[in-house]
């Protein structure tokens, strides 16, 4: 090669180079905080089945265009199943986010996790979390072994929603398949389709398109508790079904349980085994959420038949509203650690 042509190219090359990283360094800063889950998991030849196998930084190499929106701190703060999500993790994953958000040169935080309990994480960072800063959370349906793999879409989204200014004061958020959910109300509808975060009747904040971030409404019904404890009590769930005979209850109470959510039906009504259960809790000082597993609507005192929501309140249950079950126990779990075992209490902080 002439000795000119190799110059022009050792030039070009060297402008390359320099150019990488200029093209992000006046972009504002966005912490990746990679936990697990489908998003992190390739085909083992093996198990021949998905098995976590890549980090955040793997995933962020798969999608260079990201240096278009912001700079990516990258913080592998763990690799599993978010089956394996429980109160240990979740207090650390709110101290991480919160160090993050702190910096003043963070504009947001995108969290990567399992869609199996992505809501319960979402609304857990939602209540834990203190700041305008944006939190948006990111899974995937498919893993990376799979051509169609939604993982590095659904991480392009979320950089680009962690750095709109519209993102501000909206708390947690879960970004997947285009579609923005706001951590209240969101659940997995799906096992299988990209599709599968869906709020009900209260539908998405928004959408990302690929000119822009069109928001349409804003999450209302926030609220904030500080972790201040780094061993959260202990809260069970109980289904309300046809036959139940709320022993599982009353053995929970016995071996030291400190909260129950009952998932009952229709507006929080049970039978009489379950509202005995539920009463002999509540005279043990053990407080007593009811829920509904019914998929919209919330649960009130209405139904005055024995075992009806009204028995059950009347007797001192708390009505969670539209929380679902796990999100419920997640409530109750953290107002019981701050301090908060009244009934008038509890109840102010499931109303707000």
């Known amino acids: ?14 402008g390359q180079m320099l150019a990488a990283p200029a093209f992000a360094q006046d972009k504002p800063t966005v912490q990746f905080i990679a936990t697990g889950g489908t998003i992190a998991m390739k ?11 890549i980090s955040g930084d793997d995933l962020l190499a798969t999608v260079p265009d990201v240096g278009m929106y912001a700079q990516i701190q990258v913080n592998n703060l763990s690799n599993v199943p978010s089956d394996y999500m429980d109160p240990a993790r979740w207090v650390q994953l709110t101290a991480a986010v919160q160090a993050a958000l702190e ?15 992505l809501e319960e994480t979402a609304f857990w960072l939602d209540v834990t979390v203190q700041s305008p800063k944006p939190v948006v959370l990111i899974g995937a349906q498919r893993n990376a072994s799979v051509s169609d793999f939604d993982g590095p879409r659904n991480l392009l989204n979320a950089v680009r929603i962690a750095v709109d200014p519209q993102s501000q004061n909206k708390g947690a958020m879960l970004a997947m398949n285009n579609q923005i959910n706001a951590a209240r109300y969101v659940t997995k509808t799906h096992t299988a389709n990209v599709e599968t975060f869906r709020s009900g009747e209260y539908g998405f904040l928004g959408e990302v398109y690929p000119d822009r971030v069109v928001y349409g409404n804003a999450p209302v019904r926030r609220q904030h508790i500080a972790i201040a404890t780094q061993t959260m009590p202990e809260v069970e769930i109980f289904p309300m079904y046809g036959g139940a ?3 599982a209850v009353r053995q929970a ?3 030291g349980v400190k909260g129950i959510v009952i998932d009952a039906l229709g507006m929080g009504n049970m039978n009489v085994p379950m509202l005995n259960a539920s009463k002999y809790a509540m005279g043990k000082g053990v407080p007593v959420v009811v829920t509904t597993r019914v998929h919209n609507g919330r649960v009130m005192p209405s139904y005055g ?5 009204k028995t059950s309140y009347d007797a001192g249950a708390i009505m969670a509203g539209d929380l679902k079950a796990p999100k419920a126990r997640i409530l109750l779990m953290l107002a019981l650690q701050a301090g908060q075992k009244e009934r008038a209490q509890l109840q102010a902080l499931f109303d707000k």
């Open 1 to 14: 090669m002439p000795l000119f042509r190799f110059s022009l190219l050792a030039t070009a090359l060297a």
């Open 103 to 117: 910096k003043p040169e963070v504009a947001g935080v995108i969290v990567s996790h399992g869609t199996d309990t």
């Open 305 to 309: 038949f024995e075992g009806g929501g």
């Open 245 to 247: 005979n709320g022993e």
């Open 43 to 53: 085909i083992d030849p093996v198990k021949n089945a998905p098995v976590p196998a």
């Open 253 to 255: 109470v016995d071996r």
